[in-house]
């Protein structure tokens, strides 16, 4: 079973949290009209063994983003953090955020 330590309501069980996607994937600019690039960032997904990013939100409770580093294998939930307070999320160096 995922629990996940909700930073405002505590620890909750995964049915009250919606998977938000991977937190380290990047995105093209809204400009870039390179088809290529989009379909690898909207439809190609790795499917990493271990440590992961991840965003969820809490949908049945306090409804805010969480950023959630979690073990693909155990589902250990290692940390997390409400997503506003990673920093650059939206910039190059999302990866390096934890
Ligand atoms: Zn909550």
Known sequence: MLRIACPY?????????????????RFPDLG??????WA?????RDNPKGEHREFWQHQHGCRQW???????????VKSVVP????????????A???
């Open 32 to 37: 870039d009209p390179d088809i290529d690039r």
């Open 40 to 44: 690898e960032a909207v439809f190609i």
């Open 83 to 94: 997503a506003r307070e990673v920093p650059a999320l939206s910039a190059p160096d999302r």
């Open 9 to 25: 309501c505590g620890e909750r069980d995964h049915v009250e949290f919606a998977y938000g996607g991977d937190a380290t994937r």
């Open 96 to 98: 390096e955020a934890a």
């Open 66 to 76: 969480l950023y959630v580093v979690r073990d693909t294998v155990t589902h250990e």
